[in-house]
């Protein structure tokens, strides 16, 4: 079956310690999308990217990093420059930069700094 | 700028009656809307969209929404509520003419009561 698979689904980290989340999409879409959701917030732009070797900062982009090597992945870092990391974070995708269709999400990753 | 805003945190309704769910929306030019659905510690989950045409968006699951230019807003609906529709539900809005992104409101909590 097509579509976007988050991994781990849950993640513990220790202070001042960074961690990968995953995102890989086997759906031949351009466009990958990572947002923060945290309760009564709703969701908020991290970074995206619309082409291999190219993203671009979001609304929150300070403390995270990402890399976009191969169409089909785009991993999110959360270094220690971030100072409130636990969240659920979601990754999406979109068929191009049109987004006439909208994202088709990921399964979501459950952030906790312990 | 683009932005959308979900003025009620939680709805409650009895199930077999109608649903409303408010969204209102600001973008410069035409908007594309999209309404998602989320259950508890997944992703988020396509139910509609509005590009262009009929005001009236008819989506999964037996919801519908209507666009209303004039007062910039996109109503999730439902003639009869289900309890197995509780869940969170977000309205998201691009501008064409510009966004290269989708952002989303703040997300209002369906509870529908047996």
């Known amino acids: 079956d097509g579509g976007i698979t988050q991994s781990p689904k849950y993640l513990f980290r220790k202070e001042g310690q960074n961690v990968t989340l995953s995102c890989e999409q086997n759906?031949?879409?351009?466009?990958m999308y990572w947002y923060r959701q945290d309760p009564g917030q709703g969701l908020r732009l991290i970074y995206y990217?619309?082409?291999?070797?190219?993203?671009q900062k979001g609304d929150i982009a300070e403390g995270y990093s990402v890399s976009r090597e191969k169409k089909e992945s785009f991993p999110l870092t959360v270094t220690s420059a971030q100072k409130n990391p636990t969240a659920f974070y979601l990754c999406?995708?979109?068929?191009?930069?049109?987004?006439?269709?909208?994202?088709?999400f990921g399964s979501g990753t459950r952030l906790t700094v312990v | 700028a683009q932005s959308v805003a979900q003025p009620e945190d939680q709805v409650n309704v009895a199930e077999g009656n109608p649903l409303t769910v408010k969204c209102t929306y600001s973008?410069?030019?035409?908007?594309?809307l999209f309404w998602y659905v989320q259950y508890p510690n997944r992703g988020l989950q396509f139910l509609l969209k509005?590009?262009?045409?009929?005001?009236l968006v008819k989506g999964s699951y037996g919801f519908e929404a209507e666009f209303n230019k004039s007062q910039t807003s996109f109503h999730l609906k439902k003639p009869s509520a289900l309890v197995s529709d509780s869940a969170l539900y977000f309205c998201?809005?691009?501008?064409?003419?510009?966004?290269?992104?989708?952002?989303f409101g703040s997300g209002t909590q369906l509870t529908v009561l047996p």
């Open positions: 973008v410069s030019g035409n908007p594309y």
């Open positions: 999406a995708s979109s068929i191009d930069r049109s987004l006439n269709y909208g994202y088709t």
């Open positions: 509005y590009i262009t045409g009929d005001n």
């Open positions: 990217s619309q082409i291999v070797n190219d993203f």
């Open positions: 998201a809005v691009r501008d064409a003419g510009s966004a290269r992104q989708l952002t």
């Open positions: 759906l031949n879409h351009d466009a």
